[in-house]
């Protein structure tokens, strides 16, 4: 009885180790095909319940928000904004549409915005989210330019969603299109599928690659400086920026500073925009400045032939 009951013991011990064997090889196999052909069959049925969940981390809890001054019949164009942006976040998240206007008559290529963006979200080399584009308008002799700052469009049917093999970017109830950087695998069909050529990809490049101090080389984050190792933090999460780890070897691209949303705050580049070419709010409430202004004869989008349905608006 003893010499059966060792066995058996042993047997059990055996599938046991052989079952563990077999996970491993199992998610070796799953992170091995997240990069290929079998990811866009796959994945994103098993991770659609990762993705209702992070939807629903957005929620309609208001934290503290900032003091605003009274009203006044005057007032400058930021504190209306303000007011609207926290009339909008006592809403649920699903009645919102945050949206963007730029006054192109208004706008003088300064590149605020562009700084102001990088700065606000520790952006890498290569990587851009609103850079302000020139275009030159007339014929010689009578010629002048025009600045189009471009963030991302936040397209209501944004194309790049539609091609991501590992539904890594989807589009929030509240119009902003998400990126999940720890399920991105860097395939880049995303940047190819969107019209606007708002998506860059994080190379891992610093400001400081290749710089020397005497005869020491600096490489690596520990060596290059303090910029280098800010943690960043899109789409309200924080990402310590080490070497190799997310978000770098992923598409990263504008989300209207969601991070100072959620807080009452404006997005960056609308604060230091030095001409006040920029406006934003929620469309969805006819009180606001952006609806005032979406509903102007002179209003038009990027691309509307595309079909995609953009949330950021242009005055000519």
Known sequence: MEENTKELIQ??????????????????????????????LLLPGVLSNKFTTALAKATTELKELPKLPKQTPNEDVIVRMMRDLQRALKKPLAERKWSMVIDLRKCVGCDSCTISCAAENKLPPGVVYRPVLTEEVGVYPNVSEQFIPRPCMQCNKPPCV???PVSATWRREDSIVEIDYDQCIGCRYCITACPYSARTFDAGHDYLDNAT?????????????KYEVIPIFDYGKEWPRKEGVSP????????????????????????????????????????????????????????????????VYYLM
Do not use: W, Y
Not at 269 to 287: P, Q
Not at 289 to 311: D, H, Q, S, Y
């Open 162 to 164: 539609d091609v991501c």
């Open 11 to 40: 047997t059990e011990e055996k599938n046991l180790t052989a079952t563990q064997e077999n996970n491993i090889h199992r998610n070796v196999f799953l992170k091995k095909i997240g990069g290929g052909i079998f990811a866009s």
């Open 248 to 311: 770098e070897g992923n598409v990263r691209k504008c989300h209207f500073c969601v991070h100072r949303i959620e807080k009452g705050l404006l997005p960056e580049c609308t604060v230091s925009c030095i001409g006040r070419a920029t406006f934003f709010g929620d469309a969805n409430d006819h009180k606001s400045l952006v609806a005032e202004l979406i509903g102007k004869p002179n209003v038009m989008r990027l691309k509307e032939e595309m079909g995609t349905e953009p949330n």
């Open 213 to 225: 101090d005497g005869a020491t080389s600096l490489t690596g984050k520990e060596k290059a400086g």
